[in-house]
């Protein structure tokens, strides 16, 4: 950690508008971890890309209202935005294409950040466009070793491969995967059949210090090289499970580096996300 008792985490990526029906809130995997990192007491950041637009405006003035301090390129692309369609509380996505968020932009403010990072996420979503690509993989090169590089891995429509999904594997050290994408990845990786023992094989593979298992409304699973913790999802009324995960996420990460077991971190995860389910929007928070 670094000189303060809070630690730094940044969120890498995606930053953008999701358009629900009741109106467009705050989105992206990568700031909405963030956002509750915050809430756990991290400084939290968010490193990614805005238009010269009122959209762009409006997205800056919501994070610094909710505390999140921020590295945003000026694009002379339009802000990003995502279509979102509920179906039962599940959501569905159009995610725009070819908007600022993917053509973020190497910076020194950026780099002194990873430098003293303490944890960053990122996920696939932002690597489809090669600007972005490069710049985030850029970025992770100056993480320090002690940092944790957590991946979620975050499939979204056909924006990911193989080939991406293995090399940003080879950067991480912490590994999120609901159980959905894991089935993709059990046939696209050759790995066993069962859960348990494809996620071994993953933190084998890739030597993992953490592995997370989501399955919504059923269970989640925090691998280590030495333990597993298991966890029931509590029963909530759900209004949408818009970052739901990435709420997860981000109250796992601030617990394990604020000195909480793993299996008091996975505790704190879980009911930081059923709060999110049983609330509308990404940003509920306790």
């Not at 320090?144 to 080879?170: M, V």
């Not at 049983?278 to 928070?285: I, N, T």
Request: charged fraction near 20%; charge should be negative; aromatic fraction near 8%.
């Amino acid at each position: 950690m670094n000189e303060t008792n809070s630690p730094l985490i940044i969120g890498i990526g995606e930053l953008l508008w999701d358009m629900l029906p009741t109106g467009k809130v705050v989105g992206g995997a990568p700031v909405n971890f963030v956002y509750h990192a915050t809430k756990q007491g991290a400084r939290g950041y968010a490193i990614s890309a805005i238009g010269n637009d009122a959209l762009g405006e409006e997205l800056s003035d919501k994070l610094n209202q909710n505390g999140i301090k921020h590295c945003l390129s000026r694009s002379p692309y339009p802000t990003g935005t995502v279509q979102v369609t509920l179906n039962n509380g599940i959501p569905s996505y159009d995610i725009v294409e070819n908007v600022a968020w993917d053509h973020i932009q190497v910076s020194e403010e950026a780099i002194a950040l990873m430098k003293k990072a303490d944890a960053v996420t990122f996920g696939t979503l932002a690597m489809r466009n090669e600007d972005s690509r490069k710049t985030i993989e850029a970025l992770l090169s100056y993480m320090p070793d002690s940092a944790l590089k957590f991946f979620d891995i975050n499939l979204r429509g056909t924006y990911y491969s193989r080939e991406l999904i293995d090399s940003l594997l080879t950067k991480a050290n912490a590994f999120k995967i609901n159980d959905e994408e894991l089935k993709i990845l059990i046939s696209m990786f050759a790995l066993p059949d069962g859960e348990d023992d494809a996620c071994r094989e993953l933190m084998k593979r890739y030597d993992l210090r953490y592995l997370v298992l989501t399955a919504g409304d059923k269970y989640s699973a925090v691998y280590t090289p030495d333990e597993k913790s298991f966890l029931p999802t509590p029963e909530v009324k759900v209004v949408d499970t818009v970052g739901a995960g990435d709420s997860f996420s981000g109250a796992f990460v601030c617990g394990i580096l604020t000195g909480k077991s793993v299996c008091e971190s996975h505790e704190s995860a879980v009911r930081t996300a059923a709060f999110v389910a049983a609330h509308a929007g990404a940003w509920a928070a306790p």
